[in-house]
């Protein structure tokens, strides 16, 4: 029957289309009644109805869409880490967390700090990725390397205080400035890690973790965004400010409407203060540490109020023995990838912001800050990365189900109202309903301002 194949089919290849009918659409601002067309991993039309039929169609009457949520924070390991979280299972706990777009951090094994390091990795992901990943390099001041990394399609490049992942003299200022000028050649934005490494105390003497969160004090990353912001000012590159943590902190870095200066808030630092440090020990371990009380109900109105840029997960999965060892030898960090949605959808539930927030904070700002050009928003020409929420599900955060390797969480037993129903990547369903459908390989890698 090969010759009944249509012409288009022998011409192009090209992916089945999905129709997703009848569901609530959120576009720009607002929520229409409508339905979407998807046709070769791309919008092809948002319509009241759509009649012509499609390979695939999902009714979503009781369900909302929204744009792929873009995590532009994440730690996926792999390589010789591969033992705390591999590509495969990093992106299944996106794709059941709704993030069709993540950006991978660059503290590996190796280390991601060359052109021929990005490669290598970029080339190991595409076979293993459920959904889209970019990746961030090591900072570097030497000109030529920045330039060869961006060129190989690096999204930012890290500069990390507290403890350089590429040999940098940090505490020198003119180190830094070679950095930011580097990035400024390269257009390329630098993401800071804002915490000075001599402003945080020794862990000799600690014995408990509530001591060890003590150690690391708001000073530390007050000191830090003020010397950053200083030394940008000289060269007026792009700065994005990973997981701040202080209210003062997303006040001094500002608006993005300037396009040059961002800011990111995980859940964890606005959800958790430093109280559950004392129950949860090795749970609530991350850096930057939980913050005070009062400090976290600020950074929350700060993040509501639409002041912070964009919500990040800071996903850093450990294995529970390691987590569980002494505190100044337990390593910080915490899975979030497949928690974030369904912590924030309950927030969005109980009226602590709306939902449109919600979007900007999680889709629509990480790609303006990220420049992912046809991602962020529902139109037609949009990137087919969508997923459909179900405001009404209530459920309970259960590690034991996640899908990355890291089975721990400080949510544990928190309960959610609102859950991702099914996750939409390039046109491909690629999880539903607490299953993943789709098959490594169909996320793409993606090079920064190449991937349209
Ligand atoms: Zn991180």
């Not at 800011?263 to 090795?282: A, I, M, N, R």
């Not at 721990?408 to 859950?419: D, R, V």
Request: proline share 6%.
């Amino acid at each position: 029957m090969d010759n009944l194949k249509s012409p288009k089919h022998d011409v192009h290849p090209s992916l089945p289309s999905l129709l997703i009918r009848d569901a609530h659409i959120w576009t720009k601002n607002d929520i229409i009644r409508g339905s979407i067309l998807i046709e070769d991993g791309g919008i092809q039309r948002i319509a009241r109805r759509i009649s012509e039929p499609a390979d695939e169609e999902i009714l979503a009457r009781r369900l909302v869409v929204l744009p792929g949520l873009i995590d532009a924070h994440v730690h996926l390991r792999d390589m010789r880490l591969s033992y705390k979280e591999d590509f495969t299972t990093g992106t299944a706990a996106a794709a059941a967390g709704g993030f069709t777009t993540v950006l991978d951090m660059p503290n590996t094994l190796p280390p991601t700090d060359s052109a021929r390091r990005l490669q290598e990795k970029a080339g190991r992901a595409s076979r293993k990725i459920l959904v889209n990943i970019g990746f961030h390099t090591a900072a570097v001041g030497d000109r030529s390397a920045a330039k060869a990394m961006r060129m190989s399609g690096a999204f930012s490049m890290k500069l990390y205080l507290p403890r350089p992942i590429a040999p940098l003299d940090v505490a020198d200022d003119r180190k830094i400035l070679e950095v930011l000028k580097a990035a400024r050649e390269a257009s390329i934005p630098v993401t800071v890690h804002a915490e000075d490494a001599g402003q945080i105390g020794g862990t000799g003497k600690i014995r408990t973790f509530k001591e060890l969160v003590r150690s690391r004090l708001g000073r530390a990353e007050t000191s830090a965004v003020k010397r950053i912001l200083g030394l940008q000012r000289q060269i007026g590159c792009r700065v994005h400010f990973c997981h701040v943590t202080l209210p003062s902190s997303i006040s001094a870095i500002g608006s993005w409407s300037s396009g040059r200066l961002s800011s990111e808030v995980t859940p964890h630092h606005t959800l958790l203060s430093e109280d559950f440090v004392k129950t949860l020990g090795w749970k609530a371990w991350m850096v930057p540490p939980l913050r005070p009380p009062e400090v976290r109900k600020n950074l929350f109105r700060a993040m509501a109020t639409g002041a912070a840029t964009i919500i990040a997960t800071d996903h850093a999965p450990h294995t529970i023995k390691e987590k569980r060892r002494s505190p100044q030898r337990s390593p910080p960090g915490i899975p979030g990838l497949e928690t974030a949605m369904p912590l924030m959808l309950t927030m969005v539930n109980k009226g602590k912001f709306s939902l449109g927030r919600l979007v900007h904070l999680l889709s629509t700002n990480p790609a303006k800050v990220f420049s992912l050009n046809s991602k962020g928003r529902l139109e037609k020409g949009a990137d087919g990365d969508l997923i459909l929420v179900d405001m009404k599900k209530r459920g309970k955060v259960d590690p034991e189900k996640f899908f990355s390797k890291a089975h721990y969480s400080p949510f544990e037993g928190w309960k959610t109202h609102g859950a991702v129903h099914t996750t939409i990547v390039n046109g491909s369903v690629i999880y539903q309903e607490g299953e993943i459908v789709g098959k490594p390989g169909i996320g793409k890698v993606l090079q920064n301002g190449r991937h349209e």
